[in-house]
């Protein structure tokens, strides 16, 4: 069974850019959730998709955003890019959306603005 | 809202002692409680998880982790750590009532002595 695969793997962008960041889940897994690993910050919660809909969203401003699929697929935007959002953003999905289940992560996309 | 604290930033134990990483929660009702690994440059891996009944919770790779509800503690322990655990770890609170969101402590990161 494939895991929950992430792409790109590493992305450089200049500040003020956008950024698109692409997760696709565990087959059967309807449940997508975006965080931030940033240095020194810890994992930050983002973003929840649960069949096609926004469930739930941190403490992020509006320049984040994204959206998930028909096929439970997900992308995460990020607008106009500051320096300051340089991070490992990391995907994990899940099949209970109705009950906290372990999530599972994926290897993340390191974003680097310059 | 829910929280974790996870009190040591760096452990360093020597290859074949015991381990005990420290975590300890707040939530106002019975938690879902959950460790993750994540090897340098990783996403996270789950190691175990806790979602009611016995409160000794038994993992992957050898690693168990006891509920205490009276010190709201959830530590994660290995009686022999090898040299392959060195990674950080996080431990992390989940909630039905918080969009299904996962919230991290801040880590904690193991290193292990020849």
């Known amino acids: 069974e494939a895991g929950v695969t992430q792409s790109p793997t590493h992305l450089i962008k200049t500040r003020g850019q956008q950024a698109t960041l692409r997760c696709s889940p565990i087959s059967g897994h309807t449940s997508v959730y975006w965080y931030q690993q940033a240095l020194g910050l810890g994992l930050q919660f983002l973003l929840w998709y649960d069949e096609g809909e926004e469930r739930n969203r941190g403490n992020f401003p509006p320049r984040f955003s994204g959206r998930q699929f028909p096929n439970y697929s997900s992308e995460l935007n990020v607008n106009a890019l500051e320096l300051e959002d340089s991070a490992l953003y990391l995907c994990?999905?899940?099949?209970?959306?109705?009950?906290?289940?372990?999530?599972?992560f994926g290897s993340g996309t390191r974003l680097t603005v310059v | 809202a829910q929280s974790v604290t996870q009190p040591d930033i760096h452990i360093t134990v020597s290859e074949g002692a015991s381990l005990e990483l420290r975590c300890n929660y707040s939530?106002?009702?019975?938690?879902?409680l959950f460790w993750y690994v994540q090897s340098p440059g990783q996403g996270l891996q789950l190691l175990l998880k806790y979602f009611s009944g016995d409160t000794l919770v038994q993992g992957i790779k050898g690693f168990e982790a006891e509920f205490k509800r009276s010190q709201s503690s959830f530590n994660l322990r290995k009686p022999s750590v090898h040299w392959s655990d060195a990674a950080e770890y996080f431990c992390a609170v989940g909630a039905t009532n918080a969009g299904n969101m996962l919230t991290f402590g801040g880590g904690t990161r193991l290193m292990v002595k020849p």
């Open positions: 939530y106002g009702a019975t938690p879902y």
């Open positions: 994990a999905s899940s099949s209970l959306p109705g009950r906290v289940g372990g999530y599972t």
